[in-house]
């Protein structure tokens, strides 16, 4: 299956969660909830972040391909559970006891505040460079900014040219 068709079938698995997630904490607060937008935009290491004032929730793609059951289970619920708690107790600390009792208490699930996924898919290489004292690792961005010859970087410890390996 294709990576997009594969995101539309998970899109719908992440709107059914986040229904029945909704419905736990309407019962539980006795007050409706809106159904919050989602977009799949995030990169990197996090898996999700919660936008309180907009009621929206933006998610890894590539880290719900690779770990769609683990991530619809635990993560929709986290960041939802942020927005459920800005609605109900206004701004808290993130991870404080409101959230971990609205995931506890009302979504019956472990307040895990990182995830365990491999990351190895979206973490960025990393180039390694040698001064005379140490191995420093460069991004893809300073990298090419050495190879077209538009930056020179230095060891801030011996101040030597850093050289690629």
């Given at each position: 299956m294709q990576?997009?068709?594969q995101l539309?079938?998970?899109?719908?698995q992440v709107q059914r969660k986040l229904t029945q997630c909704l419905q736990l904490a309407?019962?539980?607060?006795?007050?409706?909830?809106?159904?919050?937008?989602?977009?799949?935009?995030v990169r990197g290491m996090k898996a999700g972040v919660a936008y309180?004032?907009?009621n929206e929730i933006r998610l890894?793609?590539?880290?719900?391909?690779?770990?769609?059951?683990?991530?619809?289970?635990?993560?929709?619920p986290h960041e939802l559970a942020h927005l459920i708690v800005y609605q109900v107790f206004g701004r808290v600390k993130p991870h404080g006891e409101e959230w971990q009792s609205v995931m506890q208490?009302?979504?019956?699930?472990t307040p895990e505040v990182c995830h365990q996924f491999d990351v190895s898919s979206v973490t960025k290489?990393?180039?390694?460079?040698?001064?005379?004292?140490?191995?420093?690792?460069?991004?893809?961005?300073?990298?090419?900014?050495?190879?077209?010859?538009?930056?020179i970087?230095?060891?801030k410890k011996c101040k030597v040219e850093l050289i690629l390996q």
């Amino acid at each position: 299956m294709q990576p997009q068709t594969q995101l539309r079938h998970l899109n719908r698995q992440v709107q059914r969660k986040l229904t029945q997630c909704l419905q736990l904490a309407s019962g539980y607060f006795n007050r409706t909830f809106s159904m919050p937008t989602v977009h799949y935009n995030v990169r990197g290491m996090k898996a999700g972040v919660a936008y309180l004032q907009q009621n929206e929730i933006r998610l890894n793609p590539i880290l719900l391909l690779e770990n769609s059951a683990a991530f619809i289970q635990q993560v929709v619920p986290h960041e939802l559970a942020h927005l459920i708690v800005y609605q109900v107790f206004g701004r808290v600390k993130p991870h404080g006891e409101e959230w971990q009792s609205v995931m506890q208490d009302v979504f019956h699930l472990t307040p895990e505040v990182c995830h365990q996924f491999d990351v190895s898919s979206v973490t960025k290489q990393r180039y390694p460079y040698q001064c005379q004292c140490q191995t420093h690792y460069l991004s893809v961005r300073r990298h090419h900014n050495i190879q077209s010859g538009k930056a020179i970087y230095f060891c801030k410890k011996c101040k030597v040219e850093l050289i690629l390996q």
